[in-house]
C-alpha cells in the first residue's frame, strides 16, 4: 500500500496550488479519501473528505469555498484544489485513504504560504 502526495511548495498570499495524492496497493474506488493538515506545534486537523462511490464531499470550515477536493478513480488519484491561500494555510498536508478498518497515510507534502 502506498500514498503518495505532490504538489506542494511556496505560493505568496491569494495564490493557488494543486495537491495529488497516487494511491496504489488497494482498491482506491472503496476507500473514502481525505486530506488533514498539520502546522508547526499544531496538531493534525481535518481538511476535506471526498466518499468512495459518490459525488459527495465535506470540507473544514476554515477551507470551505477555497478549496476543493476531487477523485479520479481511473487514476487512483486523489486531488486538493487550494484557492485564495492564505499565511494559516501553511502546514504539511496528508492524504488519508480509509474503508471500514483499514486506514492508510502519506508521507506529506509542505505548503507554505509566504510573501
Known amino acids: 500500500v502506498q500514498l503518495v502526495e505532490s504538489g506542494g511548495g511556496l505560493v505568496q498570499p491569494g495564490g493557488s496550488l494543486r495537491l495529488s495524492c497516487a494511491a496504489s496497493g488497494f482498491t482506491f474506488s472503496r476507500y473514502h479519501m481525505s486530506w488533514y493538515r498539520q502546522a508547526p506545534g499544531k496538531e493534525r486537523e481535518w481538511v476535506a473528505t471526498t466518499i468512495s462511490s459518490s459525488d459527495s464531499t465535506r470540507y473544514a470550515n476554515s477551507v470551505k469555498d477555497r478549496f476543493t477536493i476531487s477523485r479520479d478513480n481511473a487514476k487512483n488519484t486523489v486531488y486538493l484544489q487550494m484557492n485564495s491561500l492564505k499565511p494559516e494555510d501553511t502546514a504539511v498536508y496528508y492524504c488519508?485513504?480509509?474503508?471500514?478498518?483499514?486506514?492508510?497515510w502519506g508521507q506529506g507534502t509542505q505548503v507554505t504560504v509566504s510573501s
Open positions: 488519508k485513504a480509509r474503508y471500514v478498518n483499514y486506514e492508510y
